[in-house]
Antibody
Framework: QVQLQESGPGLVKPSQTLSLTCTVSGGSISSGGFYWNWIRQPAGKGLEWIGRFYTSGSTNYNPSLKSRVTISGDTSKNQFSLQLNSVTAADTAVYYC?????????????????WGQGTMVTVSS | EIVMTQSPVTLSVSPGERATLSCRASQSVSNNLAWYQQKPGQAPRLLIYGASTRATGIPARFSGSGSGTEFTLTISSLLSEDFAVYYCQQYNIWPPWTFGQGTKVEIK
């Protein structure tokens, strides 16, 4: 059973870089047919898709965050990571990593079928 | 960017009753619409994709319908574990994938 687990600092200072890692167990990020995503949720608010990583190394980002975001993968560690630069208080949120199973048996299209538990990141001095 | 609008914001329902949640897209998303359930302190869980296909392990009391710009999630007979926030998500036109603001289903 595939599981995702986020990790990283819970507190980041304004103007600095937020860095999170998602460790995947029970499956490989190198397997075809999957995208690996980051999604965030400010307290009491809705969900915002940040971007995704594909095993080929390709990435796609939310245009509203594109200038500040980098998502990358480390197949040797079976992890993918999020970097968000120049953070402000508006970036305070629970950050989730999530899988999209877009192709192959059991796929559900571009929907997020497996999620990590989420990690709270606060931007404050 | 496609804007997803959910209604109502809050739905008060008694256990055993039927709940009907709506989601409207600012432009057609065909049937590329998903529904998620989120309980306090938990990650969202995929319920429905393709507007009407239940995800693995989702009980039959959850059903989805609609296409184009108007979609509905119906919970036929609410159980206590169904009280949660529900989100719709379009995956027809990107970037970005977008979510609705959520409907909270609370106990009446």
């Amino acid at each position: 059973q595939v599981q995702l687990q986020e990790s990283g600092p819970g507190l980041v200072k304004p103007s600095q870089t937020l860095s999170l890692t998602c460790t995947v167990s029970g499956g490989s990020i190198s397997s075809g047919g999957f995208y690996w995503n980051w999604i965030r949720q400010p307290a009491g608010k809705g969900l915002e898709w940040i971007g995704r990583f594909y095993t080929s190394g390709s990435t796609n980002y939310n245009p509203s965050l594109k200038s500040r975001v980098t998502i990358s993968g480390d197949t040797s560690k079976n992890q993918f990571s999020l970097q968000l630069n120049s953070v402000t208080a508006a970036d305070t949120a629970v950050y989730y990593c999530a899988r999209v199973h877009y192709y192959g048996s059991g796929s559900s299209g571009d929907t997020f079928d497996i999620w990590g538990q989420g990690t709270m990141v606060t931007v404050s001095s | 960017e496609i804007v997803m609008t959910q209604s109502p914001v809050t739905l008060s329902v008694s256990p055993g009753e039927r709940a009907t949640l709506s989601c409207r897209a600012s432009q057609s998303v065909s049937n590329n619409l998903a529904w998620y359930q989120q309980k306090p302190g938990q990650a969202p869980r995929l319920l429905i994709y393709g507007a009407s296909t239940r995800a693995t392990g989702i009980p039959a009391r959850f059903s989805g319908s609609g296409s184009g710009t108007e979609f509905t999630l119906t919970i036929s007979s609410l159980l206590s574990e169904d009280f949660a926030v529900y989100y719709c998500q379009q995956y027809n036109i990107w970037p970005p994938w977008t979510f609705g603001q959520g409907t909270k289903v609370e106990i009446k």
